[in-house]
């Protein structure tokens, strides 16, 4: 069974930081894999993406500069992280991590942003920003 588990959400003060993580099956490994968002009443938005390998980070042009995406493998894990800081009251929501084992290297600068790109899905982790 392939998983993807996220923690690190919680409730932060505007400007402060938070930095999630997300547990995958080792499998993840080659698949490109990102991070969403939801508020209530809103539609799942990208935060940020890395391609197969861990490689060309991408990011929304609302939390770039303040969120930084990495990876990182351990023997039978892959982790992916996102690291927020500079945190706003707009960047509450449920936060999700996703893997896309379609990605390639022509497609993966439009479809990285897309719901529909991603098979797998984690259950989420809460991000609450207050003033």
């Known amino acids: 069974l392939m998983t993807l588990t996220e923690s690190g959400g919680g409730s932060v003060q505007a400007g402060g930081s938070l930095k999630l993580s997300c547990v995958a099956s080792?499998?993840?490994?080659?698949?490109?894999m990102g991070w969403f968002r939801q508020a209530p009443g809103s539609q799942r938005e990208g935060v940020a993406s890395?391609?197969?390998?861990?490689?060309?980070?991408?990011?929304s042009d609302s939390v770039k500069g303040r969120f930084t995406i990495s990876r990182d493998m351990a023997e039978k894990t892959v982790t992916l992280f996102l690291e927020m800081s500079s945190l706003k009251l707009e960047d509450s929501g449920m936060y999700y991590c996703?893997?896309?084992?379609?990605?390639?290297?022509?497609?993966?600068?439009?479809?990285?942003?897309?719901?529909?790109?991603?098979?797998?899905w984690g259950q989420g982790t809460q991000v609450s920003v207050s003033s």
């Open positions: 890395v391609y197969r390998g861990g490689h060309s980070p991408v990011y």
């Open positions: 996703a893997a896309d084992s379609r990605c390639d290297g022509v497609t993966y600068g439009y479809r990285w942003n897309r719901t529909s790109s991603y098979d797998d």
């Open positions: 080792l499998e993840f490994r080659a698949y490109c």
